[in-house]
């Protein structure tokens, strides 16, 4: 939701007080001023609270809803009438409510200012119950219950901490990560695995845990450590002036541990090769120091990244503004999905699965590429935001500070890259389709859409006809064309947005006569038609359709057309939700429609449920095969599917361009982006054309 005007922003205050009060919490040294609409955001909707307080921290989770815009198509009646210059269907703006998951992180001794915030802005809660857990659930349930007036309600800290972890674990991709010191990256993130368990949970706390996770309810706590967090804050207090954590943080990133702690090196002289110890691993800690100066396993979700603060340096020196906006709180959000996601059953191995073809992580020289790519398309995007709602007074204002916002987590990217997991191009392009929703353009492209819809619908049957005067091996070579002409007209890629904006009458022929002459930069054409000429028809063919417009109707659905008439069933896979110009589900359900209405291949193909329209569970220009709706992997298995085409940049090159699948695969894309063609080996307009078939 948007954050409201500055001027209505609420202090957190705490002034100096004399002596601790009586229950103990303490107070702040001096007053703090933070803008809570940022931190306790939606409080107003929320339904329902639990709250964690260990030694030293506290995690609060709260449970809202949050009232969005999104766009929605629907077809026109047109019985009857001249449809001739009538628009081919119905867009509308519509609110909707959603379920959103907020995890806040505070020092305890913000606590009471905290409870005091939210019993002022409670409106909507169910419940009169808050679920607690920790020792501080103990020691502050007379706080709660009296700021809040809900009762407090115990539960298992080590039950709550383990069902918390599993949850977190099948839902956020790149949650795990290793941490490796003075490597060139230091954060390598782990992707989700279809099954999490066995594992070892070491919680770091106040103390610490360590507890052996084997099914969802059985689990043993296997050992432990009453030196964690609480001893740094603890010795950090009666070591240094401050006793704030966060600045405790700052003064340890100042400092040079080797000066008090025994590395391996000290002991060994170097590295403690037998065990495959680095010489730079602690040995002994101050070892210097004598001598030296509901279920919710039902849905699925996905993170946020407009309302998450992402993982932070705590050095002051590497972007501080992110640190001071937030003081020290720390928030992660989750939107709960409509409907449960999952692994696509044709992957070979989902457990070494990694849907991104580079990580920006490592890649120091893609990601400035990149980066600086995303900051300098980020005006016209703002531009294009507020031009698709012409009629909406705040637009502008809007569109402003989507831009300023984008930016900013641009910023902190360049800065720490791992702040939200793995950096790809996949996480830039949904980033950036999150702040535009946070700031309610849930369609930017609609119109765009809408209107280069109905211009392909209008060309479809001249492209049938011309396709069927082919003879066989002609027609197999201009179906392809058709298809790769057809993914040219990608309004993401700004080379062919300034074509477009720019030359109106740019078309389909035109975009052929953009397409890299064969041989193609990736090039098995000749195996896909030796396998059409000499193998049996496939059983079926799921296809992950790309853009709107010129690509869904004259480059995929000929060839759609032709699977067909072979005797192969087909699936069409759309977005479930928009970004960019791609099309989505509800779109490609009323171009179907127009489209049979014109051919009876498609027609009968429909009523015989030879052909079948299905969500992908998505809202993004690229593809997670490991994310994927559950209806669409249970019919893939139904149907036997036995061909996957996954067609795009962002589909088939910035994922999936090294994805093995079980079945036989195509990957077809045009790439629009110089720097990368360059890459690659090629040049602007390049063709990828990769035909795999799994290894027997």
Not at 59 to 72: E, G
């Amino acid at each position: 939701m948007p954050m409201r005007p500055a001027e209505e922003w609420v202090a957190f205050k705490m002034a100096e007080r004399g002596g601790r009060g009586s229950g103990g919490h303490g107070s702040l040294d001096k007053s703090i001023t933070l803008p809570p609409d940022e931190i306790f955001r939606n409080l107003e909707n929320a339904k329902r609270f639990a709250i964690d307080i260990g030694g030293s921290l506290t995690k609060l989770a709260y449970y809202s809803t949050v009232q969005h815009k999104v766009a929605r198509v629907r077809s026109f009646d047109h019985s009857g009438k001249d449809i001739e210059n009538e628009p081919l269907y119905e867009i509308s703006v519509q609110e909707e409510i959603t379920a959103r998951l907020h995890f806040i992180k505070f020092e305890n001794t913000y606590i009471e200012t905290c409870l005091d915030f939210i019993k002022d802005h409670l409106v909507n809660t169910e419940t009169k119950v808050i679920k607690a857990t920790g020792g501080g659930a103990y020691k502050f349930k007379d706080l709660i219950e009296k700021k809040l007036g809900l009762k407090v309600d115990k539960e298992d800290v080590m039950t709550c901490l383990i069902k918390g972890c599993n949850f977190v674990l099948r839902n956020i991709p790149h949650e795990v990560f290793a941490y490796q010191k003075d490597s060139d990256t230091e954060f390598r993130f782990q992707t989700n695995h279809p099954n999490i368990f066995p594992y070892l949970l070491v919680n770091i706390g106040s103390g610490v845990s360590i507890v052996k996770v084997e099914t969802e309810d059985k689990f043993e706590w296997i050992g432990g450590s009453s030196i964690g967090g609480g001893t740094f804050w603890g010795l950090g207090a009666l070591l240094t002036k401050t006793k704030k954590f966060d600045e405790l943080l700052q003064l340890a990133s100042k400092g040079q541990h080797t000066n008090v702690d025994m590395l391996v090196k000290d002991v060994y002289g170097g590295a403690y090769q037998t065990l495959g110890l680095s010489g730079n691993l602690i040995a002994s800690s101050f070892g210097k120091s004598t001598t030296a100066d509901k279920d919710p396993n039902q849905y699925s979700w996905g993170e946020n990244y407009a309302g998450s603060s992402g993982l932070m340096s705590t050095s002051p020196d590497v972007y501080p503004m992110q640190r001071t906006r937030s003081g020290t709180f720390d928030m992660l959000e989750m939107d709960r999905l409509e409907r449960p996601l999952v692994n696509l059953p044709l992957l070979k191995d989902p457990s070494t699965y990694i849907p991104d073809t580079v990580d920006l992580t490592d890649d120091a020289m893609a990601r400035k590429y990149w980066l600086t790519c995303f900051e300098e398309a980020l005006d016209g995007v703002a531009k294009r935001a507020a031009a698709s709602q012409p009629d909406s007074v705040d637009a502008l204002e809007r569109a402003e500070k989507f831009r300023q916002k984008y930016w900013n987590k641009l910023q902190t990217l360049r800065q720490q890259p791992f702040a939200y997991g793995t950096l790809t191009v996949r996480s830039l392009l949904d980033t950036r389709e999150h702040c535009l929703n946070e700031f309610n353009f849930p369609d930017p492209y609609s119109k765009v859409k809408q209107k280069e819809n109905g211009i392909a619908l209008k060309c479809f049957q001249s492209v049938i006809e011309s396709l069927d005067s082919l003879g066989w091996e002609e027609r197999q070579f201009a179906l392809v064309k058709g298809l790769l002409a057809g993914n040219v007209f990608d309004w993401g890629a700004k080379a062919v947005s300034d074509v477009l904006e720019s030359e109106p009458q740019f078309g389909f022929e035109e975009a052929k006569s953009k397409l890299q002459e064969r041989p193609w930069l990736e090039d098995s054409y000749s195996q896909w038609l030796e396998r059409l000429k000499e193998g049996p028809p496939h059983k079926c063919a799921l296809i992950f359709a790309d853009n709107s417009g010129i690509d869904i109707i004259l480059g995929v659905f000929p060839f759609v057309r032709e699977l067909l008439s072979r005797g192969t069933e087909v699936i069409l896979a759309c977005n479930s939700g928009p970004a960019l110009n791609d099309v989505t589900y509800s779109e490609s359900l009323i171009v179907t429609e127009r489209i049979a209405a014109m051919d009876p291949v498609i027609q009968s193909a429909l009523r015989e449920e030879r052909l079948l329209l299905v969500q992908t569970g998505s809202s993004s220009p690229c593809l997670d095969l490991s994310r994927l709706d559950k209806g669409l992997a249970v019919l893939v298995r139904e149907r036997k599917t036995d061909l996957v085409i996954i067609e795009g940049m962002g589909r088939a090159i910035h994922t999936n361009y090294y994805a093995a699948l079980k079945c036989e695969s195509l990957k077809l894309a045009v790439i629009k982006n110089s720097w990368l063609a360059d890459r690659l080996g090629g040049k602007i307009f390049s063709v990828i054309f990769k035909y795999e078939v799994p290894c027997k």
